[in-house]
């Protein structure tokens, strides 16, 4: 190898180990609030603030994201929705605990994602980008305090809508949330979402506003998609990409870890299917498995969606 060789070389390795630092070190505490208007609400409707948080894999040890979290009350929500992966620490349940807690009281709803009820694996953090994990569909592992989650979602006030359906009345617009239940382990029924829906409906008053219907997954399949638009959903609240977590320059992503097409790993889109269109807003998440704790050119984010009227106008 001549000289120019190996100093190209060194080069090369110094900016891969700069880069790593910086994912590791830098980026992956480097919280971000997106900001997005949705015009799905009726005519003359009061507008929404929906909280959207995801992929927190939380570990006893992330007080930064802790304290980070606790001061989005501020953004005075109307409504959380939770996408999944809120856990990523057998031990993180009492972290997630101080995190949350001072949304007590404002409406949420939940779905969840594998590591809500197992641990991470350890793994080549950078197997992802090559290809998508594989799933385990005997979920074995190191259970997580499944149990103890859905009991803070339960304090919280929060709905588990994990294939089902909930109601909410907020500043006067009647939200019908429709969520799945994790597909990239194959727990979502999408089958049953029409006799979930008419079941829910029943139960609704008949004098009631018409309803906005709202889908909530952690994993983004394209199945799922389909179907929660075919079931009638305006927007879809999705997870599960991390927003490809390791991006190119520019958050150009290399793998959303399902069938997802790259360029919508992140932020809010037009998901069209069978002659429908739907908003599809997908966050990249707040955290990573506590075995790739490195992000680049892809921030962690929670992402506050104001739904308004969609209210036609005439100059």
Not at 4 to 10: E, F, M, N, Q, V
Not at 89 to 107: C, K, Q, V, W, Y
Not at 261 to 270: L, R
Request: hydrophobic letters at 40%; charged letters at 20%; proline letters at 6%.
């Amino acid at each position: 190898m001549t000289s120019k060789s190996a100093l190209a070389l060194a080069g090369v390795g110094a900016l891969a180990l700069g880069a790593a630092a910086w994912g590791a070190l830098v980026e992956r505490e480097n919280f971000r609030v997106r900001r997005e208007t949705l015009p799905v609400l009726d005519p003359g409707s009061d507008p929404i603030r929906v909280l959207h948080l995801s992929d927190i894999h939380m570990a006893p040890w992330h007080s930064s994201t802790i304290g980070w979290i606790r001061e989005l009350v501020e953004l005075r929500p109307d409504v959380i929705v939770g996408t999944g992966d809120f856990l990523g620490h057998p031990d993180g349940l009492s972290a997630l605990t101080e995190a949350l807690m001072p949304f007590r009281g404002i409406p949420g709803v939940v779905t969840h994602g594998s590591n809500d009820r197992v641990a991470p694996r350890m793994k080549n953090p950078f197997s992802y980008v090559i290809e998508p994990s594989k799933p385990h569909g005997d979920h074995s592992g190191e259970a997580m305090d499944f149990e103890g989650l859905l009991a803070l979602y339960d304090t919280l006030g929060w709905s588990d809508i994990d294939n089902s359906v909930a109601h909410m009345d907020i500043r006067g617009s009647a939200l019908e949330w429709v969520g799945v239940g994790d597909a990239h382990y194959g727990l979502d029924r999408l089958p049953d979402l029409p006799g979930a829906l008419d079941e829910a409906r029943e139960k609704v008053d008949d004098n009631a506003t018409s309803l906005t219907t709202l889908g909530v997954t952690h994993a983004p399949y394209q199945r799922v998609l389909n179907a929660l638009e075919n079931n009638g959903a305006e927007v879809i609240f999705a997870g599960h990409t991390h927003g490809g977590q390791v991006c190119l320059p520019g958050g150009r992503a290399l793998t959303t870890n399902c069938d997802l097409p790259t360029s919508m790993a992140s932020g809010v889109h037009v998901w069209t299917h069978a002659g429908r269109a739907t908003y599809l807003e997908v966050s990249a998440g707040l955290g990573t498995s506590i075995y790739a704790p490195v992000r680049l050119f892809c921030p962690p984010e929670a992402v506050l969606v104001t739904l308004v009227a969609d209210d036609i106008g005439y100059a």
